[in-house]
């Protein structure tokens, strides 16, 4: 703490004033002092214009503005939440409670919180209460302890215990408490400043406007670099390695976990039940499994600038495109009947590889990715079923690839016919099978001039309770010997593969 504080006593010395707040920040978040976050009150704010437009439009602007912030930046926004949440319908503020709530911790936003707590309590009490729980200080206790009176809110008595909690033994040295209260008064007189066209935050917009030009990326590197900033060594070597097809590095490793926060920026304190599987390449975000729930606040996620670098997106329950994913390629976890909106709201994506939750009955409306080239769908028919009712489908007619996945094992093979599978149009090289309940057995079959090969490897068993279907393995077996040659997985259950005549 002591020498975050000294980084900002120097910062504000030297007139750099959003350096001295976000050291002032850092050092606050080591030590959560009253004294610090008092001190954190006095520094200026950046000028920001109010809410304005549609409910839709307000809540957008919000989201991407608190993305962007710097730590001058944050009393203007929360001003402008505070309106909102008088005016506007829970559900338009979701997605910015949300953002705080993933957000690193702020004294100045925990006690704006526990202000507005009254209001956002009553319309909001899971969004509002994450975002208390996560900015709360040592100030707010009497407010919190207010609130357990009159409400006898749980979750505001939580709080106050993990508030109570934080505090406990938190002590500052009489000298370092006259520094503090001395910047604090030193700050009062700075004027903040107008953002710098030449800064690392500009630098990073354009990487995040367009993160399929290298030429944003090498400059923001660069520049990174010439700063020892570690965020650019790791985009040096994430690169080389890009380049090279060589192994992570220890240092590559022991980077990632240094600036990971750095990466994710305003979601960096993002939960598992948020945000979980995340993949960095090249030094950003590009791949992620989202677990949130509700469309609107999907779209609100990923709307966020740090996410603009995806190319691999899973979702697990609701799911939503946003236009600043320009780079992404693989969508999966789809359900079908949301399908057509989805491509509706983002037509302009140029997205190769799609799987859904769903059947055939659901493809309409992708002719508008004229880059898809992999498609796979849940299938409940027997497979030569299938391919026939989807040979004619105009949307097949430019794949390369197509899968069906959790195909009951006892219908997959069920009266197979090769004539059926040869039907697929001629421009589907692969088709990949995954049967279930009684044989978690994946099926990769690939076109050649004078017939098909299959490769078999194994899933992870869905149903531990379902014993091994013998007519699913003895139809699968028989398809095998057909095939024009048969492979297995190293890994395959020996005993199964012999069943299925490997």
């Not at 504080?5 to 030297?14: D, Q």
């Not at 709530?101 to 100045?108: G, I, L, M, S």
């Not at 400043?193 to 800064?199: E, L, N, V």
């Not at 589907?428 to 990769?444: K, P, S, Y």
Request: glycine letters at 8%; one cysteine or more; proline letters at 6%.
């Amino acid at each position: 703490m002591v020498k975050a504080l000294a980084a900002s006593e120097a910062a504000l010395a030297a007139g750099d004033v959003e350096g001295a707040a976000r050291a002032l920040l850092l050092a606050w978040r080591e030590v959560p002092h009253a004294d610090l976050a008092d001190a954190l009150d006095r520094f200026p704010s950046r000028p920001a214009e109010p809410p304005s437009g549609t409910s839709t439009e307000q809540l957008n602007a919000w989201v991407q503005r608190f993305a962007r912030a710097g730590p001058l930046d944050v009393p203007p926004l929360l001003d402008a939440l505070e309106v909102m949440l008088k005016a506007l319908k829970p559900r338009f503020t979701r997605p910015c409670l949300d953002a705080l709530a993933v957000a690193v911790a702020d004294p100045r936003v925990g006690a704006r919180l526990a202000k507005l707590a009254p209001i956002g309590e009553r319309a909001l009490s899971g969004p509002f209460n994450a975002a208390l729980w996560r900015h709360a200080s040592m100030r707010e206790l009497e407010k919190l302890k207010a609130l357990v009176a009159a409400t006898g809110n749980g979750k505001f008595k939580q709080i106050r215990f993990t508030v109570e909690k934080r505090a406990s033994g938190l002590v500052l040295e009489p000298e370092v408490r006259v520094r503090v209260r001395e910047l604090g008064a030193a700050a009062v007189n700075m004027a903040a400043p107008a953002a710098s066209s030449q800064s690392g935050a500009s630098l990073l917009e354009r990487v995040w406007a367009a993160p399929d030009d290298p030429m944003a990326r090498e400059v923001f590197r660069d520049w990174l670099l010439e700063r020892g900033d570690p965020w650019g060594e790791l985009m040096a070597l994430q690169e080389h390695r890009v380049r090279t097809g060589g192994e992570e590095t220890p240092r590559e490793r022991a980077l990632l976990r240094k600036v990971r926060p750095q990466i994710l920026g305003s979601l960096a304190g993002a939960k598992g039940k948020v945000l979980s599987e995340l993949q960095f390449e090249r030094g950003f975000v590009v791949g992620a499994t989202v677990m949130r729930k509700g469309v609107t606040r999907v779209a609100a996620l990923l709307s966020r600038p740090e996410l603009s670098t995806l190319e691999r997106v899973r979702f697990v329950q609701d799911a939503a495109l946003t236009p600043n994913l320009h780079v992404l390629r693989e969508v999966h976890g789809v359900h079908g009947e949301t399908l057509g909106a989805l491509v509706k709201k983002a037509p302009e994506l140029k997205v190769e590889v799609l799987s859904m939750v769903g059947g055939p009955g659901f493809l309409e409306g992708l002719e508008v990715w004229p880059t898809l080239a992999e498609l796979s769908l849940t299938a409940s028919d027997r497979l030569s079923e299938l391919f026939r009712s989807v040979r004619a489908l105009e949307v097949l007619q430019r794949l390369t690839a197509f899968g069906a996945r959790g195909v009951y094992a006892r219908l997959a093979f069920d009266r197979w016919s090769w004539e059926a599978l040869d039907g697929l149009p001629a421009g589907i090289q692969r088709v990949t099978v995954e049967t279930m309940w009684g044989l978690d057995v994946r099926f990769v079959f690939e076109r050649a001039s004078d017939g098909w090969s299959v490769h078999v490897s194994s899933l992870p068993v869905r149903n531990a309770g379902v014993p091994l279907d013998v007519g699913a393995v003895k139809a699968a077996a028989t398809v095998l010997r057909e095939a024009k040659a048969a492979t297995f997985d190293a890994a395959f259950p020996a005993e199964l593969r012999t069943a299925l005549g490997g």
